[in-house]
T-cell receptor, first 115, second 112 residues
Framework: EAGVTQFPSHSVIEKGQTVTLRCDPISGHDNLYWYRRVMGKEIKFLLHFVKESKQDESGMPNNRFLAERTGGTYSTLKVQPAELEDSGVYFC?????????????FGPGTRLTVT | DQQVKQNSPSLSVQEGRISILNCDYTNSMFDYFLWYKKYPAEGPTFLISISSIKDKNEDGRFTVFLNKSAKHLSLHIVPSQPGDSAVYFCAASGWNTDKLIFGTGTRLQVFP
């Protein structure tokens, strides 16, 4: 069974540009989450999809961030326009069972550098 | 305002000995706690969890202890192996949310 995959693994962009990150969850997992880790600090929750619906987006930092999950499969996270403080590692995770929803399977992350 | 704290950024243990990683939390509404392990350039990997109704959960070499009155949990690894060298994150969640709140991590190094 393939794990959570993320693309790209690294992205370097200039301040003001747009970047789109992609996440493919484990097949059959209805729950999809985005997290990010900035400058070696704690991993912070961004949002949670159940299928194509946003269940919780309380962690989204501002309206420069837009997440979508059309069709309830893969998800994209767009940052537009990017700022220096957006640099960090963006993780995607997925889970299947409602009873074990906290046991989330993480992808390898996308390292975003904004210069 | 950090709700989950790992006050030790690093820990070094000899192979075969016990590793004890600690975590404190402030929110008494948390009802589920987890430990994740992370290798460089990889995402966190779920290791072990415990519900707030329990005070101990064991899985092979890994045991998690929960002290609700002290708002403290710990992860014991016995015996420690070089392959256990990684960053360990403590995480917590509430009953009505999937959101995981992570600590800053503890880097464990197991040396021969």
């Amino acid at each position: 069974e393939a794990g959570v995959t993320q693309f790209p693994s690294h992205s370097v962009i200039e301040k003001g540009q747009t970047v789109t990150l992609r996440c493919d969850p484990i097949s059959g997992h209805d729950n999809l989450y985005w997290y990010r880790r900035v400058m070696g600090k704690e991993i912070k929750f961004l949002l949670h999809f159940v299928k194509e619906s946003k269940q919780d987006e309380s962690g989204m930092p501002n309206n420069r961030f837009l997440a979508e999950r059309t069709g309830g499969t893969y998800s994209t996270l767009k940052v537009q326009p990017a700022e220096l403080e957006d640099s960090g590692v963006y993780f995607c995770a997925s889970s299947q069972d409602r009873d074990r929803r906290h046991e989330q399977y993480f992808g390898p992350g996308t390292r975003l550098t904004v210069t | 305002d950090q709700q989950v704290k790992q006050n030790s950024p690093s820990l070094s243990v000899q192979e075969g000995r016990i590793s004890i990683l600690n975590c404190d939390y402030t929110n008494s509404m948390f009802d589920y706690f987890l430990w994740y392990k992370k290798y460089p350039a990889e995402g966190p990997t779920f290791l072990i969890s415990i519900s707030s109704i329990k005070d101990k959960n064991e899985d092979g070499r890994f045991t998690v202890f929960l002290n609700k009155s002290a708002k403290h949990l710990s992860l014991h690894i016995v015996p420690s192996q070089p392959g256990d060298s990684a960053v360990y994150f403590c995480a917590a969640s509430g009953w009505n949310t999937d959101k995981l709140i992570f600590g800053t991590g503890t880097r464990l190094q197991v040396f021969p």
